[in-house]
């Protein structure tokens, strides 16, 4: 009678218990689809592998940093390899989508010189991949997100990329939270012909100090606007050049203001350009300043570059002038420079991820007030 009696109680109990379950299992069915879709993320995209090196070769890339990608190029798998070393792998994030065992696409960033911020460098899908564009949209997408998720934990605060607008597959870009914040046009000059001397020595040209760093920045802020300045953030330590390997950077002063600015660099072979309107009559001779310090890259007084005879450069050159330089493309073409294309520069703000530890906060109950003898003055004395 006793058992029989239990056995009822629990039955009710269960009873009561029942709708509450059925109640919860609907919440817990909504919560399922997202859940399963970021594992299936997670399970799609994972770090590049020695076995995925092949993948290179198959895979049709996304015109990225017209600038870098020709030099870029010729060592595409060799730069692959080394990202997946440790010391490389500190400067250097590359992922790889896959779905049902299939491989389809790879993207890969590369960290600045002394900064938090990344550089998108790669971006391609498997050329013999029978997926439409719109499909081939989002594995570009989906290894964005991944990668800005990547470099936050790495500590990275922004994550740029450049991109013609027009090309296929840049629609990505904004599925991914990227917002263009510029335009340049990227100018390429060949090897040949040789390089014409520079002008007379009475040039107001001189090899950049660690002092100038500030002036350059100055420079810099009078001809961005202010929406490159946000979105770039550059600092006086953007514009040092002392530090930098494989690099030679000139500056133009006039009545103790710096007008204009040339960085050169022969490992990744570019000029990077700075001038004051002002002093756009100048403007040729401090192209050929770049020139010259690339055709003798151990020289680094421009006056002895001026006596140095014509010489030939090696590889080709680029130049990349945002809008608001765009006055200078006169100086490039009278240079032989020659535009190559167009491009849109773009920006994603990353949410660094900090691991640290957080004490735990745990409720203690407070004492009462408790009464107490009154004292006098002197007692408390």
Known sequence: MLKSKLANRQSEIANRQSPIANRQSPIANRQSPIANRQSLISQMIRPLHLSDLLLVRSCRDLPLSLDHSAVASRHSLWGMATSLLPLEGRGALTFVYHDQGQALGLVQARQRLGSNN???????????????????????ARLLEHLAVAAGEHGGQRLYAKAPADVPGFAAFGQAG???YGQEEVFRRAGQPPVAPLPADDLPLRPQQPRDAWAILRLYHTLAPKMVQLAEARTAADWECHWRPGERCYVLEQNGDIVGYVRASYLEHRLELLLHPQAYPLAGALVRAGLAGLAANREGDPRR??????RPLRDPVYCCLPVYQGGLSEALTSNDFHLLACQAQLVKEIIAIVKERVPVLQPVRERGLEPVAARTKAQAI
């Open 118 to 140: 990344w550089d998108v460098t790669r971006l391609a899908a498997v050329e013999k991949n029978p997926v439409a564009d719109a499909d081939r949209e989002t594995v570009y």
């Open 178 to 180: 990227f917002a263009v």
């Open 305 to 310: 570059l001026a006596r140095l005879v014509e």
